[in-house]
């Protein structure tokens, strides 16, 4: 956790509150969401500011809830990018 101090972290889904005592203790900038678009939003809005004009955000996700992510902003056919 410690590794993404100077980022900021987003956690949602039923463990959040659980993930952000941890990452308070690694003092990582971070927030809660309760649900996923949500987190979107909310780390578009905070994102690497270097990373402008389209605001670069990472995932950290497990199978079913990366295809979640990807059933709420779309599906990318390879050459789409």
């Known amino acids: 956790y410690e590794a993404l101090r100077g980022r900021f972290v987003v956690a949602t889904g039923e463990r959040r509150h659980d993930l952000a005592v941890r990452l308070r203790y690694a003092e990582v900038d ?47 056919e390879p050459g789409d990018g």
């Open 30 to 76: 971070h927030a809660t969401a309760p649900r996923l678009a949500e987190a979107v939003a909310l780390a578009a809005r905070r994102g690497d500011p270097a990373a402008t004009p389209a605001r670069r955000v990472g995932l950290i996700a497990n199978y079913t809830a990366f295809q979640d992510y990807l059933d709420t902003v779309g599906r990318q």
